[in-house]
């Protein structure tokens, strides 16, 4: 199958194969139809599967196919609102929207927390058909009046998992009361927890239905690996995989900022180059270091899971779990930035005794016991026992599992865009705030923030 197949006009196809695509996605065969039909969308898809052309491209063609309504007067209008939960995320979305729409006369912007709004507010005054945002900077220009909503034709809620895990959802449904009812929806997620269904059930209107990768599947194209080491050894044992089979591209993942910020310091002392990339560097750091990353120069990306959201590098090829994430869904988003899109990829976990409960979890989750090794001058201590691990609470990304643990009930109030407790409930009319919604859940910094201390929910209550 070729992309001029699924019906796309030639200046997209032209677009893709120039950026060297020849053959699309299982998702991209079934999403662009869908979307090109002008219907409601539920798409199962994780990160890495090609989800993004997915949608972008079928957008694309519809609004370059018909003109903007209400356009007579005035600035133009903003037509298609992609949402993504973070920073990252929106700026590569974005880039493939610039990428696969070279062709056509379309105009996108992406819009994040973090950095200035002036040169945001300066930008919305030109001509925007296609925008890229986070929720919480969304709700900002909304407030000050520097951007409307009320001609979107076409929205997409991208890694919608992701954003009710990071307590967006309250933000969300405030933006969705600020749509025009008649529109095209279109929702991603990787997972399908009761949460993301009822959102599903409220928004979506006979939606067509697109899975690709079984749920809370990992994909089949990536070798999992876990060895089982001592807690103070990981460090060495890190270095030296990355030394003798000289992995020149890998992303390694921590639980906490601190411990992204001192492996990252380790290692550039084993002489090996590394950067951590997490919430509390600045947009510009975070950026430059994921660019030397993708270009190869940077051998080692150390990051939180919040930080790593939505990075795409083509082809990357290690991921290591340095430590597991206390939540085992983590694990599934960690290695899908491994293997993607058809090519191979290996994902190391480096498992101490402390963390065999993790394991467990992730195991039942991704429906396969994955064998421990040992690594021949690594061996761990046998008589070794578990110790709690420890986070502080300000900067662990996510709520541990277990009950009682640090700072499980999140760190202060749903934030409204101006930073003050948000007002329960949405307007009236808005397409999810009918009765029997989930409560909504606190929404901790957000992107704004750089990441989601101590307040993400997808702790014990969820019960998975
Ligand atoms: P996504 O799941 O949208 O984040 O895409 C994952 C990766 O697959 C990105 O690096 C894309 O550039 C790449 N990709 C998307 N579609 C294709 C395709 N049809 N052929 C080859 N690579 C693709």
Redesign the pocket.
Known sequence: MHFSDLGLAEELVRAVTEHG?T???PI?AQAIPAVLSGGDLLAGAQ???????GFVLPILQRLSQNPAQGASTGRAPVRALIMTPTRELTAQVEESVRTYGKYTKLTSMSMFGGVNINPQITRLRSRIDILVATPGRLLDHVQQKTLDLSKIEILVLDEADRMLDMGFIRDIKKILALLPKKRQNLLFSATFSDEIKSLADNLLDNPALIEVARRNATADNITQKVYEVNRDQKRQVLSHLIKTHQWYQVLVFTRTKHGANRLAEQLEKDDIPAMAIHGNKSQAARTRALAEFKKGDLQVLVATDIAARGI?I?ELPHVVNYELPNVPEDYVHRIGRTG???SDGEATSLVCVDEFEYLRGIERIIKRSLPREILAGFEPDPNARAQPIQMRSSEHQNAPRGRGGPSRSGQGQPRSAQGKPAQPGSKPGAPSAGPGQPRPKARPGGEVAGGRPGGSHRSGGRGR
């Open positions: 695509y053959t699309p996605t991209q990160t890495g599967t090609g989800k993004t052309a795409d083509s993607r899109a058809g």
